[in-house]
């Protein structure tokens, strides 16, 4: 068997490229698309298309004669698929025909249109007859290897492609996995189709993977194994590969031609760390807000998408991190996302950012640039997003330097219990709206069950003044002065936190998670939680919950049905699984340089050059 280079799969690779990131971007936003699982073909093999429509109409009455100007329609099979987004069902339609060409020539599949719906054309370019084997004549079965590449840089994708060929019944048939060392290895999608080899008509069956090496090396690659029956006759089940492997046959062993491949060192004078070899690379950017003027403490959503063909999501970095003069910038969770396909593999970074402008006029975003290596045609490129002015209003007036939420909610402890869930906590500033007017009493003299009631309220709540002045001095963390670092408050407030968990005292350990929870937000940027809209709407589990500490809020959940469950049905308290819960809490958008809790989010690097001993 003949090693084979294909000059051609680079070019091929990057045809679907659009169409590809239409589908990882959002597969739910399809209306009408072609996919041809090859945009190569000689004209001796035949090509699978799919058509692929949203919704639940199905595709059988829709119009193949713009396909059949170009090719003979030899089979085809529908399929429905139905998935939840966000609550809702949303359906998907599949239509794969096999084609067999008529001419060879480059082609164009026009447009198709389907109730309203139009997919874009597609352009086929249909090759002269691929010449067999030497060794084709006289054998039943064939087993080849070929890769689209002769060499590639450390962390560059390479397509290795395994062709199985056929033309007699196969059973048991077993392909042994492909194994290289040093290697990321991803299985893509299988290819079937027809060959005609010297008059014979072949079933070919290709399996595809995309592979990334990481050390700088000559690479041989280890043919793939087959083992199979051949050659059994033809049972009334037709099991196998329409045979019936009781019935006979004989015994194949065949092994896929061996591969040489030179892994090249990087470029000189490319950041080993910054290294992206990709075979395009793209930069988006979304705002939610329609407005073209912003206000001072109003948050504005931007969105930014790297798209790259040839690298997994994970690989792709942040490219917004920049400190901006009056704008403050609390970044979401990143989401990544990784598509498969019979051409290779692409991958797509989504960073959200909250940005909140603190200062009225003119604030200037800066270009946003992202260096990569083009490997198709071998020089670095650099991908762009202009800069963007805002201009920005002053906001209404508010009380922005509290550092605090002024929400109060209504609770019912146990009996037992009954103090305020306020009381003891020097973080909290009571809100002065809920104070009862004047002109609210009702009018009249005062009746003696009124007044007896006016008295005992007044000594209860001198009682519990005098209670709460010598637990405070005791017991309750302070805030930090005016200046000090506020992780140090955040630590005093642990420490006490971690004290009361391990002591087993519920209630000191509910209104020290207050302290903390307050304590906590007063060393993000203002912005991501002190804003008035996050301050009414988010309370401290919602919250939690929103930035992924699902262990944090199980822990508090089950500390407030322990205090406050009004059939008194829950008698103990996990204080251990709060306490753990604390310790292991990241705190969203902090550093180890500058925070004492690391990043709660870390963005996962991986880097291909690790192990090539090329990281500085």
Same mark, same amino acid.
């Given at each position: 068997?003949?090693?084979?280079?294909?000059?051609?799969?680079?070019?091929?690779?990057?045809?679907?490229?659009?169409?590809?990131?239409?589908?990882?971007?959002?597969?739910?936003?399809?209306?009408?698309?072609?996919?041809?699982?090859?945009?190569?073909?000689?004209?001796?093999?035949?090509?699978?298309?799919?058509?692929?429509?949203?919704?639940?109409?199905?595709?059988?009455?829709?119009?193949?004669?713009?396909?059949?100007?170009?090719?003979?329609?030899?089979?085809?099979?529908?399929?429905?698929?139905?998935?939840?987004?966000?609550?809702?069902?949303?359906?998907?339609?599949?239509?794969?025909?096999?084609?067999?060409?008529?001419?060879?020539? *480059?082609?164009?599949?026009?447009?198709?249109?389907? =109730?309203?719906?139009?997919?874009?054309?597609?352009?086929?370019?249909? !090759?002269?007859?691929?010449?067999?084997?030497?060794?084709?004549?006289?054998?039943?079965?064939?087993?080849?290897?070929?890769?689209?590449?002769?060499?590639? #840089?450390?962390?560059?994708?390479?397509?290795?492609?395994?062709?199985?060929?056929?033309?007699?019944?196969?059973?048991?048939?077993?392909?042994?996995?492909?194994?290289?060392?040093?290697?990321?290895?991803?299985?893509?999608?299988?290819?079937?189709?027809?060959?005609?080899?010297?008059?014979?008509?072949?079933?070919?069956?290709?399996?595809?993977?995309?592979?990334?090496?990481?050390?700088?090396?000559?690479?041989?690659?280890?043919?793939?194994?087959?083992?199979?029956?051949?050659?059994?006759?033809?049972?009334?089940?037709?099991?196998?590969?329409?045979?019936?492997?009781?019935?006979?046959?004989?015994?194949?062993?065949? $092994?896929?031609? $061996?591969?040489?491949? %030179?892994? *090249?060192?990087?470029?000189?004078?490319?950041?080993?760390?910054?290294?992206?070899?990709?075979?395009?690379?793209?930069?988006?950017?979304?705002?939610?807000?329609?407005?073209?003027?912003?206000?001072?403490?109003?948050?504005?959503?931007?969105?930014?998408?790297? #798209?790259?063909?040839?690298?997994?999501?994970?690989?792709?970095?942040?490219?917004?991190?920049?400190?901006?003069?009056?704008?403050?910038?609390?970044?979401?969770?990143?989401?990544?996302?990784?598509?498969?396909?019979?051409?290779?593999?692409?991958?797509?970074?989504?960073?959200?950012?909250?940005?909140?402008?603190?200062?009225?006029?003119?604030?200037?975003?800066?270009?946003?640039?992202?260096?990569?290596? %083009?490997?198709?045609?071998?020089?670095?490129?650099?991908?762009?997003?202009?800069?963007?002015?805002? !201009?920005?209003?002053?906001?209404?007036?508010?009380?922005?330097?509290?550092?605090? !939420?002024?929400?109060?909610?209504?609770?019912?402890?146990?009996?037992? %219990?009954?103090?305020?869930?306020?009381?003891?906590?020097?973080?909290?500033?009571?809100?002065?709206?809920?104070?009862?007017?004047?002109?609210?009493?009702?009018?009249?003299?005062?009746?003696?069950?009124?007044?007896?009631?006016?008295?005992?309220?007044?000594?209860?709540?001198?009682?519990?003044?005098?209670?709460?002045?010598?637990?405070?001095?005791?017991?309750?963390?302070?805030? $930090?002065?005016?200046?000090?670092?506020?992780?140090?408050?955040?630590?005093?407030?642990?420490?006490?936190?971690?004290?009361?968990?391990?002591?087993?005292?519920?209630?000191?350990?509910? =209104?020290?998670?207050?302290?903390?929870?307050?304590?906590?937000?007063?060393?993000?940027?203002?912005?991501?939680?002190?804003?008035?809209?996050?301050?009414?709407?988010?309370? *401290?589990?919602?919250?939690?919950?929103?930035?992924?500490?699902?262990?944090?809020?199980?822990?508090?959940?089950?500390?407030? =049905? #322990?205090?406050?469950?009004?059939?008194?049905?829950?008698?103990?308290?996990?204080?251990?699984?709060?306490?753990?819960?604390?310790?292991?809490?990241?705190?969203?958008?902090?550093?180890? =340089?500058?925070?004492?809790?690391?990043?709660?989010?870390?963005?996962?690097?991986?880097?291909?050059?690790?192990?090539?001993?090329?990281?500085?």
């Amino acid at each position: 068997m003949v090693v084979s280079f294909n000059t051609t799969s680079r070019s091929r690779l990057l045809r679907p490229f659009c169409c590809l990131l239409l589908l990882v971007a959002s597969q739910a936003s399809l209306a009408l698309e072609l996919r041809a699982d090859r945009n190569t073909v000689p004209i001796n093999e035949t090509l699978r298309l799919e058509i692929r429509s949203g919704g639940s109409d199905s595709l059988a009455d829709i119009d193949l004669s713009p396909i059949e100007k170009y090719f003979e329609i030899l089979g085809r099979s529908s399929q429905s698929e139905y998935s939840m987004v966000n609550g809702r069902t949303e359906a998907m339609q599949r239509l794969s025909l096999t084609l067999k060409p008529l001419a060879t020539g *480059k082609i164009r599949i026009p447009a198709l249109q389907f =109730q309203g719906k139009r997919s874009a054309p597609i352009d086929i370019e249909i !090759s002269q007859p691929v010449q067999p084997p030497a060794s084709a004549s006289d054998k039943s079965v064939m087993l080849e290897a070929e890769v689209d590449k002769s060499e590639v #840089y450390p962390g560059e994708q390479l397509i290795y492609t395994m062709r199985l060929m056929y033309r007699v019944g196969l059973s048991d048939a077993q392909i042994s996995p492909l194994q290289i060392q040093d290697t990321e290895i991803v299985e893509l999608e299988d290819i079937s189709y027809q060959r005609k080899i010297n008059g014979t008509q072949y079933q070919v069956v290709e399996k595809r993977y995309a592979l990334q090496f990481k050390q700088i090396a000559q690479v041989e690659i280890q043919g793939q194994t087959l083992t199979a029956t051949a050659g059994a006759k033809r049972g009334r089940f037709g099991f196998g590969f329409g045979v019936d492997p009781m019935r006979g046959g004989t015994p194949v062993r065949l $092994a896929a031609n $061996a591969i040489t491949l %030179n892994i *090249k060192a990087i470029p000189a004078g490319i950041n080993p760390l910054n290294w992206l070899p990709a075979q395009e690379l793209q930069l988006r950017e979304e705002w939610q807000e329609t407005s073209s003027q912003a206000e001072v403490g109003q948050p504005i959503t931007r969105s930014i998408e790297v #798209y790259a063909v040839g690298l997994p999501g994970e690989y792709l970095p942040e490219v917004f991190d920049a400190a901006i003069d009056g704008l403050n910038r609390y970044p979401e969770k990143p989401a990544f996302v990784t598509e498969t396909w019979s051409g290779g593999i692409a991958g797509k970074r989504k960073d959200t950012y909250a940005l909140i402008p603190t200062r009225p006029g003119t604030i200037t975003l800066p270009a946003i640039k992202l260096a990569w290596w %083009n490997t198709e045609t071998d020089r670095a490129e650099t991908a762009t997003l202009p800069s963007r002015t805002i !201009s920005v209003k002053p906001g209404a007036a508010s009380n922005t330097d509290s550092g605090v !939420s002024t929400a109060v909610q209504a609770v019912s402890p146990k009996a037992g %219990n009954q103090k305020s869930a306020n009381m003891g906590n020097p973080l909290q500033i009571p809100n002065n709206e809920l104070s009862t007017p004047a002109n609210a009493m009702p009018s009249g003299n005062l009746r003696s069950w009124q007044v007896a009631t006016l008295i005992a309220t007044l000594g209860w709540l001198a009682t519990a003044f005098a209670w709460w002045r010598h637990r405070a001095a005791t017991d309750s963390p302070r805030l $930090a002065p005016t200046g000090q670092d506020p992780q140090r408050a955040l630590k005093l407030v642990q420490r006490q936190l971690l004290a009361a968990c391990k002591a087993g005292d519920a209630r000191q350990a509910q =209104q020290l998670l207050d302290n903390w929870w307050f304590a906590m937000r007063n060393t993000l940027p203002r912005h991501t939680i002190q804003h008035k809209k996050a301050a009414q709407t988010q309370d *401290k589990s919602n919250w939690l919950r929103s930035i992924g500490a699902v262990e944090l809020c199980q822990a508090i959940d089950d500390l407030e =049905q #322990y205090l406050y469950a009004a059939d008194s049905s829950k008698e103990t308290w996990q204080n251990d699984a709060l306490a753990a819960a604390i310790k292991s809490f990241r705190l969203p958008g902090a550093t180890q =340089q500058n925070h004492m809790l690391p990043e709660l989010y870390p963005t996962p690097i991986k880097d291909p050059l690790a192990s090539a001993g090329l990281t500085p």
